[in-house]
């Protein structure tokens, strides 16, 4: 397996949908962190995946369900229900299998710096409308960080400090204890109100709505991570609905699947068995895997031992940063800007240009050449007269060895 850059049509810039429809299979081969088509650290198939009870860790409540409404909230309808994600973020775990790597590094990424960083939250909530943040930290402490990075004050709702920006369009409400956030490049369709309104108990919610969700969320609890929605987590594509949770223990890190399927349908035990024992769908390393059948009801568990510690490559335990952009039409020129939040070295940062010519072709254009490190105040102007057909401008993080991950995209007002 290759650890450089992938390869040029290999693009990194996915919106939150595209994440969550990847959901854990595609966390789980490290496309998250720009390693698509690498499956040699997989475990082999067939007869290496031994059953048997195992001693996972127990969940806790689901109060990520809170902020989630119905689907019929959406402006745009879901039939069938959407995805979102939920952490318990805390600091990096180098003995943690890939997969947990994997999705605590996008959901750092996702995000913009708040004055608090991302291990210091105690939960996350993230779908296509936006994010939620919750933890002990100092409101004042958030809103003058915002203040300080190019976000401007719009005013208050229901309690909560808004503060918005219009670069990229992003939006924040600051509460005791929460922070709710939207960002037009990573939200499918952000409303912060729907959120703050849902998390206040005045829209119907979504396991109030959805029975298949009512009763995984009631079944899988929450986890230091998952991944959940209405796409099939079983191999057969056979479940209407699941989650997908890592929980971490002393020794090993347990990843449970919980699939509902449509009465009648729901596989028998040796059936699903058979499905994991060819499938890529658990994590790596695992030594030791548990199936249940209830109902219409199936969880899939599996232990994977810690590892030796592992260095973490850039894309991996990225910086966490609110980067602006400002376009000069008349000079078509961009200029782009750290604005708060962690240095980042300079040889880390590459641009990628999106056109129409070559929409899936990912160019590494050094943008602070030179420079040690990219601290808050620090600018670069990218010179686009030369790039008529380009649509959009990528920041990029890479040191050159490992694979590469979006850090900002603006799209260009042409």
Known sequence: ?????????????????????????????GTAVGTAGCLSSLP??????????????????????????????????YDDGYAFAYAEPGPYVARAPRTFRARRAYGIRALDYFGVGYENFDRLVSCDLGTVLEGEFDRDTVTATLADSGYASEGSYRGFDLYGRRDTRRRAAVGDGVLVWTSERTDDHPDLELLVDTGAGDRRRYHEGSEAFAAVSEAAGASRQLVAGPYSMDPRDYSEFGIDAVRLGEDAAYQVLVMRFADGRTPSKGALESAFRESHRLTEARDGTEVTVDGQLATVAARAPFASPVDPTPPEDPPQVTWGADYDADAEALTLRHEAGDPVPGSWLQLDFADEPNPNEVEHVPVWEGVDRVEPGDTATVDLADRPTATAVSLLLSDGDSGIATLFRYELPR
């Open 44 to 77: 082999p198939l067939g007869g290496s995946l031994s059953y048997g009870r195992l001693d996972v860790p127990p969940a806790d409540e689901p109060a990520y369900r809170r902020w989630l409404p119905t689907p019929e909230a959406f402006d745009t309808r």
């Open 1 to 29: 397996m290759s650890h450089g850059p992938p390869e040029p049509s290999t693009r990194t810039d996915l919106s939150r949908r595209e994440a969550l429809r990847r959901g854990a299979a595609a966390l789980a081969t």
